[in-house]
Each structure stands twice: as structure tokens, then as C-alpha cells.
């Protein structure tokens, strides 16, 4: 089998990704940088070929241009179109690759950099062709210049939906309103308690744009149920109340073609999971995340998780966890002393606290309420792939399922397309709420590789390379 080596692979080429590998490249590593997209820049940056880049007023594109521009410059290479589906502890770090020339990359030392992804709670109709998460809405708009329809709702929570919202709008999208669970003084109380001035003024900024454009923003609402014949037609919102459960007499019914939905992100940590690394249940994120020491290290040596994969910090937490990553890897391959790693370190580190300080404030202030989980009827779909229904996960827990990985066994979800990455937060709330357990026990199971589906082409030219050697 062809096996490439190279010192250092930096997995996703977000802003810590970027970053990282522009600073381990200047220090003398020779640097890979792995990406599924066909152009860097993780979901914060979208840098898409010119001629599809659009709303660039606020200065993205630029700076994730200059961070590809400085990876490039100090000699990393950068591997787009490059999906990771797993990674092994075999002399190094064994990375199985599909779309690569070479079906593995091993590795002295790795960085993973692969960002979050959105949480999606389901309500009765999310199935439905027109509903999809803000990320996506977005992602389309920067990517391809394509609106995902014409007239929008979102609903949810966080800083996220107001940017995808105010994107869209001044595209030329008709955005009805934005609306977010927690009621406006709260949010007020937890935003000026972060102290961060220049995220206050982004904020603003897309609050802005959105009055500019006739959008309204309502504050302690939600969406609750999608109708619609054969794709969304309605939406039906009401006001909610402080745990998040409908208002009586509250509901209101809009016409729209399309909801984005979307309630925080969650750190990606299927590749570290399947590395075997230690990780503990984040009480906020509600999800398991990685064990890190004071150099981002994993609990296994030479692993390094950078940015939001680990926890959600935002762009600029992210980019000071690349250096700092980076600069542990170049002090353990030689390429720097440990004084000299030490210096640098302590610079960053400063800096890093206070994001760090300010993204937990954040993600405490924009959590889930408990009632918006509860909107589900037994017949919603929970698991999309395999059309698995709160009903049938119900009847699980009944028949002594108590874990996420007892419903995949019992029900199949989990065991479609996207492997679970989108249904099994929620179903294991769901087991959680059943037994009345704590999350942590529910939510468990295990990830195993390939944590991406992989095409058969892939194993096929894999097993020929064997033939070959053998």
C-alpha cells in the first residue's frame, strides 16, 4: 500500500487549521494540510473561487485569503478535496484518505482542526425539504451564490443565525424575522458580563443590517412546528417562556418557503474519538470533548485538537489555538527548544484566556432551554437516514435500551448516511428524559472508522496497492 510520510498533518483548514499550519511551516515543519473542501477555509471563511464570493464587506474573505496565502508561503502543502475517514496509532499517526493521490498519509504528529457543527433539535415537521440549519443557508449563499429560498425564518439560538441572517438579507433574500429562544434580558445580562467589545459591535452590526432590511428579530420565541405539502409552506411560532416551553394562546402561523434552524454548535470530535483519546462530558455543550493540556496535547502523545473541535471558542480563540498547537509540535520534532516554545507559549496564552473566558459566558448564555427539546410528537423523525421516530426510540427505552449505542443496536439510528452525527444527541436526550438519567450515561457509544462514508473505488485501489506489494 503507498504510504507518503510527512512530519506534521494538520486536519481542516479553518482558522486554527490555517493558522497552524502557516506557524508549524515557518518553524521548519514540513506541513500537510488535510481538507474535505475544494478550497480552504472551513466553514468561518467559505473561500470559494472569485467568481463566487459574495458579501464580503466585513473583510472574511480577505483574511482567510492571507492565512491561505501564509500557510502557502512558509511551504506547507495544502491537500483540498481530501476527506479524512480514520485515523491509527501505527509508527506515528496512520491517516486513511479518500480523494488523495495516496491512500494513506503517516504523520510524526497531527493537529486536528476540524471545527464544530451545528445543533439541530427536531420539532414536528423538520423533516420536511425546506427546513435545513443557518450553516447550510449560508454555506450555500458564499459558496455557490445560490439562495436556499425565497422567503426565510430562523429560529433558534445564538450568535450564528443573526451573521447567516444578516448574509442572506442583503443578498436579496426575504427574511421574514429571527428568532431567538432566550428572552432579551437575559441576554443582555450574560452579553455585557462577556465584556467583549468587538464581538458587542459585530452583533450590532448584523442587527443593523436586518432592520435595514425589514426583518424582524423577536426575542423569547420560537418555531414549533414546519406544514407544508410536500415541502415547508408554513411555519407556526409562538412565544416561549423562560424553560422554553410554548406560551398558550401564543401561536402565530407565517408564510415562508424555508426555515434555517439552528441551536449552537458542538465541537466534531468523531476523528478524536476514534483516535482513542481521553474525553470528558462538557456540562454546557452537553456533548463529549476531548482532554487537552496546557499545549492543547490530547492523552495521546503527539495529538493535538486546535479551535472549535474541541471546544467552541470562535475565529480568534481558534487562530491562537493553531500557534500555540503548532509551537508544541515544533518543540516535540526539534525544531525549537523548550525555552523557546515556553516564550511563545506565554504570549498566546494571555490571549487565549480571554477568549476562552468569553466564549464559555457565551455558550452558557445561548444553551438550549429544556422545553425547545420537547416540542417532538411521537411520530417526528429523530433519525432522517433511517426514518427512526421518537415513538420507536421510546419503545427502545421500554424494552430496556438505556444508551444511544442500545437505540442504534435496537432501532438502526445512527446507522445511516451521516452515521449518526446528526441524531444522536438527540436521541440519547431522548433516552436521558425516559429514565430520567443524567446525559453523560445516555450519550454513550462509540465511533468507529470510516467515520465518512467511503466509495468503493477507494477500497478497491487500496486492496490493488496491496496486491502490489505483496
Not at 467559505?46 to 502557502?72: I, Y
Not at 462538557?282 to 502523545?301: A, G, N
Not at 448516511?417 to 430520567?436: P, S
Request: hydrophobic content about 45%; overall charge negative; charged content about 20%.
Amino acid at each position: 500500500m503507498k504510504v507518503q510520510d510527512v512530519q506534521l498533518a494538520v486536519i481542516g483548514s479553518g482558522p486554527a487549521g490555517l493558522t497552524a499550519a502557516a506557524e508549524a511551516a515557518a518553524l521548519g515543519i514540513e506541513t500537510v494540510v488535510l481538507d474535505l473542501y475544494a478550497r480552504p477555509g472551513g466553514q468561518y471563511f467559505h473561500l470559494s473561487p472569485p467568481e463566487f464570493n459574495v458579501l464580503n464587506a466585513r473583510g472574511d474573505v480577505q483574511q482567510g485569503t492571507m492565512l491561505e496565502k501564509a500557510a502557502l508561503d512558509a511551504g506547507a502543502l495544502l491537500w483540498n478535496n481530501t476527506e479524512v475517514w480514520g485515523i491509527y496509532l501505527e509508527d506515528g499517526f496512520l491517516i486513511g484518505l479518500s480523494g488523495a493521490e495516496t491512500p494513506r498519509l503517516r504523520a510524526q504528529k497531527v493537529i486536528i482542526a476540524v471545527g464544530a457543527m451545528e445543533r439541530s433539535l427536531p420539532f414536528p415537521g423538520w423533516a420536511l425539504p425546506g427546513v435545513m440549519t443557518a450553516g447550510a443557508a449560508l454555506a450555500l449563499l458564499k459558496n455557490q451564490r445560490i439562495l436556499a429560498g425565497r422567503r426565510f425564518l430562523f429560529t433558534g439560538s445564538g450568535p450564528l443565525q443573526l451573521a447567516a441572517a444578516a448574509y442572506l438579507s442583503e443578498a436579496g433574500a426575504e427574511v421574514h424575522a429571527v428568532l431567538e429562544q432566550h428572552q432579551f434580558v437575559s441576554l443582555l445580562k450574560h452579553w455585557r458580563l462577556a465584556g467583549n467589545w468587538d464581538r458587542t459591535l459585530e452583533g450590532w452590526s448584523y442587527l443593523s443590517s436586518l432592520r435595514q432590511h425589514g426583518a424582524k428579530v423577536l426575542t423569547g420565541w420560537a418555531a414549533v412546528r414546519a406544514e407544508g405539502q410536500g415541502q415547508v409552506e408554513r411555519a407556526v411560532i409562538a412565544r416561549v417562556d423562560r424553560a422554553g416551553h410554548p406560551i398558550a394562546d401564543s401561536e402565530q402561523t407565517i408564510e415562508v418557503d424555508t426555515i434555517c434552524q439552528g441551536y449552537g454548535l458542538v465541537p466534531a470530535t468523531r476523528l478524536s474519538r476514534v483516535l482513542g483519546c481521553e474525553h470528558i462530558f462538557h456540562p454546557v455543550l452537553h456533548t463529549y470533548t476531548p482532554v487537552r493540556d496546557d499545549w492543547l496535547q490530547t492523552s495521546v502523545e503527539g495529538c493535538f485538537v486546535a479551535g472549535d473541535a474541541a471546544e467552541i471558542i470562535g475565529k480568534n480563540g481558534a487562530l491562537i489555538e493553531g500557534k500555540l498547537a503548532a509551537v508544541a509540535a515544533a518543540s516535540q520534532l526539534g525544531k525549537i527548544n523548550q525555552e523557546q516554545a515556553s516564550e511563545r507559549a506565554n504570549e498566546l496564552r494571555g490571549a487565549l484566556k480571554r477568549e476562552h473566558s468569553f466564549a464559555s459566558r457565551l455558550s452558557r448564555a445561548f444553551a438550549p432551554k429544556p422545553g425547545i427539546r420537547r416540542l417532538m410528537e411521537d411520530d417526528t423523525v429523530i433519525c432522517r437516514c433511517e426514518q427512526v421516530t421518537l415513538a420507536q426510540i421510546k419503545k427502545a427505552v421500554r424494552d430496556g435500551v438505556d444508551s444511544f449505542a442500545g437505540v442504534k443496536n435496537y432501532t438502526r439510528a445512527g446507522m445511516g448516511w451521516c452515521q449518526g452525527r446528526m441524531c444522536w444527541m438527540n436521541a440519547a436526550q431522548v433516552v436521558a428524559d425516559e429514565l430520567d438519567i443524567p446525559l453523560e450515561n445516555a450519550s454513550c457509544h462509540t465511533v468507529r472508522p470510516p467515520i465518512f462514508p467511503v466509495t468503493l473505488g477507494d477500497l478497491l485501489e487500496e486492496e490493488s496497492a496491496l496486491e502490489v506489494n505483496e
